[in-house]
């Protein structure tokens, strides 16, 4: 069969375009593509993002869909995604139709895995496939190619007439080392690598200053059963052997030469014998195959990671790790049924800054045990603990298939499920006793602080320049920037470091085409420069908290949160030698001064670029 892959993202309904970097991508689709191609199918992969020649996301999605039916005339298409995701699909699959209306469609992803009856009744595709891909895609595929029949193939939805039949439940999947690695080849992984890493996030990129990230999954599922993930039914936990890991690695480097190594794993190296295994491992294909890259990872706190591991880690490659913190309050810890302690997390923090290697997390506030005194209790804990490490304040969601979704819908919280999919990532919940009026402006405030993260400690640069070499980075382009290089000196360690970051602004290309923007970006303009948004936010922010903080005890929660405030262009990163998160700032002066002195030659380039 020929069979069209088409890779989702949920940023269409939001903003324009949805630059994918190979961090963004979901890596499941790329294991399905193999599976198709290693039994005998023609496969053609579709990633409709980071191209802004379009007016507007869905018309790329259009185009994009109508030239690879036309060209590749596929006999079964296929699209994977998340619960977020469900504008994109519902689009998806109302272009498939219009331009392939004789090919089936399948679904499959987590979307249809947690709530696959709704989800499939609702879009309406000719089939679903429940949980993972690879042996049910392969099996339909043979089903449709044969004439069969489909009740044989477990895991899957079809329609039976009008009426949507599921077959039985099957998890018992075959050895995972067995599993062909994945196929990103067919996804244009080079031109992400090459032309979309500032896409992704500064955690996965600042360790080099021209990074080419790659992902990897050494494990499937989880054993942990908290009530905000998905995991809580479905497949058992498996790892895949070290050795079978460092095959795959060898194999992608020796295409790709990645220099960072991000692992996706919710729980990577659970036990400190596991992660010696693979920091040997991978020291030796370090020596034998030249491997250059850095590389981190995320587990589970029980996994309590001493100085000595980490020590070898970093030795390994190793710049980053995290586990999931998501609260300090041992009540909210019970409560989300996470098995962890603050101690444990404060170890690990401390581990960390021992062995000079980052730590990352998350404080999800917001559960259904949350109060005023818990939200203090993990405050005071980051106060304490956090305030050089990368954590990023959030609010909790109920995503389907996770206990707190159940419980949202029992108490009423979640009504029209329907509405819920169509506006998923426009809210905030509020499943707490606290009441709404305190709730929700204490919850933009924290949004506020997190993003600007303000309690960092900081530094000026000690040089700075605006590259002028070289064809623009896509993404700067885009949004009219330039490349800067920046070197600055650790506020912790005193070490020197170089960055590169998108900070100036680019000069306009005379008889050349604006980029089509978000339709908001006209009112962000009114607030003008980037840095002088920040101040005037910064200045909201102080504003609310002066009105607010005396007002209830809630709100006190914040005082400390609240740092040095310049009017200078910044931007948060981390130290290339002890990895802690710092802010650095360009002296006011010397950015213009820079810009000023550069204009001639960037006006030169980018002529010559637009030629």
Same mark, same amino acid.
């Given at each position: 069969?020929?069979?069209?892959?088409?890779?989702?993202?949920?940023?269409?309904?939001?903003?324009?375009?949805?630059?994918?970097?190979?961090?963004?991508?979901?890596?499941?689709?790329?294991?399905?593509?193999?599976?198709?191609?290693?039994?005998?199918?023609?496969?053609?992969?579709?990633?409709?993002?980071?191209?802004?020649?379009?007016?507007?996301?869905?018309?790329?999605?259009?185009?994009?869909?109508?030239?690879?039916?036309?060209?590749?005339?596929?006999?079964?298409?296929?699209?994977?995604?998340?619960?977020?995701?469900?504008?994109?699909?519902?689009?998806?699959?109302?272009?498939?139709?219009?331009?392939?209306?004789?090919?089936?469609?399948?679904?499959?992803?987590?979307?249809?895995?947690?709530?696959?009856?709704?989800?499939?009744?609702?879009?309406?595709?000719?089939?679903?496939?429940?949980?993972?891909?690879?042996?049910?895609?392969?099996?339909?595929?043979?089903?449709?190619?044969?004439?069969?029949?489909?009740?044989?193939?477990?895991?899957?939805?079809?329609?039976?007439?009008?009426?949507?039949?599921?077959?039985?439940?099957?998890?018992?999947?075959?050895?995972?080392?067995?599993?062909?690695?994945?196929?990103?080849?067919?996804?244009?992984?080079?031109?992400?690598?090459?032309?979309?890493?500032?896409?992704?996030?500064?955690?996965?990129?600042?360790?080099?200053?021209?990074?080419?990230?790659?992902?990897?999954?050494?494990?499937?599922?989880?054993?942990?059963?908290?009530?905000?993930?998905?995991?809580?039914? $479905?497949?058992?936990?498996?790892?895949?052997? @070290? %050795?079978?890991?460092?095959?795959?690695? =060898? /194999? +992608?480097?020796?295409?790709?030469?990645?220099?960072?190594?991000?692992?996706?794993?919710?729980?990577?190296?659970?036990?400190?014998?596991?992660?010696?295994?693979?920091?040997?491992?991978?020291?030796?294909?370090?020596?034998?195959?030249?491997?250059?890259?850095?590389?981190?990872?995320?587990?589970?706190?029980?996994?309590?990671?001493?100085?000595?591991?980490?020590?070898?880690?970093?030795?390994?490659?190793?710049?980053?790790?995290?586990?999931?913190?998501?609260?300090?309050?041992?009540?909210?810890?019970?409560?989300?049924?996470?098995?962890?302690?603050?101690?444990?997390?404060?170890?690990?923090?401390?581990?960390?800054?021992?062995?000079?290697?980052?730590? $990352?997390?998350?404080?999800?506030?917001?559960? @259904? %045990?949350?109060?005023?005194?818990?939200? =203090? /209790? +993990?405050?005071?804990?980051?106060?304490?603990?956090?305030?050089?490490?990368?954590?990023?304040?959030?609010?909790?969601?109920?995503?389907?298939?996770?206990?707190?979704?159940?419980?949202?819908?029992?108490?009423?919280?979640?009504?029209?499920?329907?509405?819920?999919?169509?506006?998923?990532?426009?809210?905030?919940?509020?499943?707490?006793?606290?009441?709404?009026?305190?709730?929700?402006?204490?919850?933009?405030?924290?949004?506020?602080?997190?993003?600007?993260?303000?309690?960092?400690?900081?530094?000026?640069?000690?040089?700075?320049?605006?590259?002028?070499?070289?064809?623009?980075?896509?993404?700067?382009?885009?949004?009219?920037?330039?490349?800067?290089?920046?070197?600055?000196?650790?506020?912790?360690?005193?070490?020197?470091?170089?960055?590169?970051?998108?900070?100036?602004?680019?000069?306009?290309?005379?008889?050349?085409?604006?980029?089509?923007?978000?339709?908001?970006?006209?009112?962000?303009?009114?607030?003008?420069?980037?840095?002088?948004?920040?101040?005037?936010?910064?200045?909201?922010?102080?504003?609310?908290?002066?009105?607010?903080?005396?007002?209830?005890?809630?709100?006190?929660?914040?005082?400390?949160?609240?740092?040095?405030?310049?009017?200078?262009?910044?931007?948060?990163?981390?130290?290339?030698?002890?990895?802690?998160?710092?802010?650095?700032?360009?002296?006011?002066?010397?950015?213009?001064?820079?810009?000023?002195?550069?204009?001639?030659?960037?006006?030169?380039?980018?002529?010559?670029?637009?030629?």
């Amino acid at each position: 069969m020929r069979i069209l892959l088409i890779v989702a993202t949920h940023r269409y309904k939001y903003s324009y375009p949805a630059f994918l970097s190979i961090t963004d991508f979901p890596a499941g689709i790329a294991y399905v593509a193999s599976a198709l191609q290693q039994a005998g199918h023609e496969v053609m992969g579709l990633n409709p993002n980071n191209d802004s020649s379009y007016p507007s996301a869905r018309a790329m999605l259009e185009d994009k869909i109508q030239k690879a039916v036309h060209d590749f005339q596929p006999t079964l298409i296929a699209l994977g995604g998340i619960c977020i995701d469900y504008a994109f699909f519902k689009d998806a699959i109302a272009l498939c139709r219009q331009y392939a209306s004789a090919v089936p469609i399948v679904c499959g992803g987590g979307i249809i895995t947690n709530d696959a009856a709704f989800v499939f009744e609702t879009l309406h595709p000719d089939f679903c496939i429940v949980s993972e891909g690879e042996e049910a895609m392969v099996r339909l595929a043979h089903a449709l190619e044969k004439g069969g029949g489909f009740d044989h193939i477990p895991n899957i939805g079809y329609w039976r007439g009008q009426e949507a039949v599921f077959t039985k439940t099957d998890f018992n999947y075959g050895a995972i080392d067995q599993l062909a690695f994945p196929n990103y080849e067919i996804f244009d992984i080079r031109d992400m690598m090459d032309g979309y890493a500032m896409a992704a996030r500064s955690l996965y990129r600042y360790p080099r200053t021209h990074p080419r990230p790659m992902t990897i999954v050494t494990a499937r599922s989880c054993p942990f059963r908290c009530t905000f993930c998905v995991h809580h039914r $479905g497949p058992q936990y498996r790892a895949r052997s @070290v %050795a079978n890991i460092m095959a795959e690695l =060898r /194999e +992608s480097y020796e295409k790709y030469r990645f220099n960072v190594l991000i692992i996706l794993d919710e729980l990577f190296a659970v036990n400190k014998a596991r992660m010696q295994e693979f920091c040997t491992a991978l020291s030796e294909g370090r020596r034998e195959y030249g491997w250059d890259f850095d590389w981190s990872f995320q587990t589970h706190a029980v996994a309590a990671l001493d100085v000595p591991t980490l020590k070898m880690a970093k030795a390994a490659g190793c710049y980053l790790f995290g586990y999931g913190v998501e609260s300090a309050s041992p009540r909210v810890l019970a409560s989300m049924n996470k098995r962890s302690k603050p101690e444990q997390i404060a170890a690990g923090i401390a581990a960390a800054a021992e062995a000079e290697v980052g730590f $990352g997390g998350n404080f999800i506030f917001g559960d @259904v %045990a949350e109060t005023t005194d818990t939200i =203090r /209790e +993990s405050m005071d804990f980051f106060w304490k603990h956090c305030r050089d490490i990368n954590l990023n304040m959030i609010s909790i969601q109920p995503y389907p298939g996770s206990k707190l979704f159940e419980d949202c819908r029992e108490r009423g919280i979640i009504g029209d499920k329907l509405k819920f999919y169509e506006t998923i990532s426009e809210h905030i919940w509020n499943m707490t006793t606290i009441p709404d009026r305190l709730w929700f402006p204490w919850v933009h405030m924290l949004y506020l602080f997190s993003n600007t993260a303000p309690w960092l400690k900081s530094t000026d640069a000690v040089e700075f320049e605006v590259e002028t070499d070289g064809e623009p980075d896509p993404v700067a382009r885009f949004y009219g920037k330039r490349m800067c290089r920046i070197s600055a000196v650790c506020p912790h360690c005193g070490k020197k470091s170089t960055y590169r970051e998108l900070l100036a602004d680019a000069p306009p290309a005379p008889q050349q085409a604006q980029p089509r923007r978000n339709p908001l970006a006209g009112l962000k303009s009114l607030a003008g420069s980037r840095y002088q948004r920040m101040v005037l936010q910064a200045a909201l922010v102080n504003a609310f908290h002066y009105l607010l903080t005396f007002r209830h005890p809630l709100f006190r929660t914040l005082q400390n949160l609240y740092g040095e405030t310049k009017s200078n262009q910044n931007f948060t990163t981390g130290c290339k030698h002890c990895h802690r998160h710092i802010k650095i700032y360009i002296p006011k002066q010397e950015f213009k001064d820079k810009l000023a002195f550069q204009a001639k030659k960037l006006i030169a380039k980018t002529l010559n670029w637009a030629r």
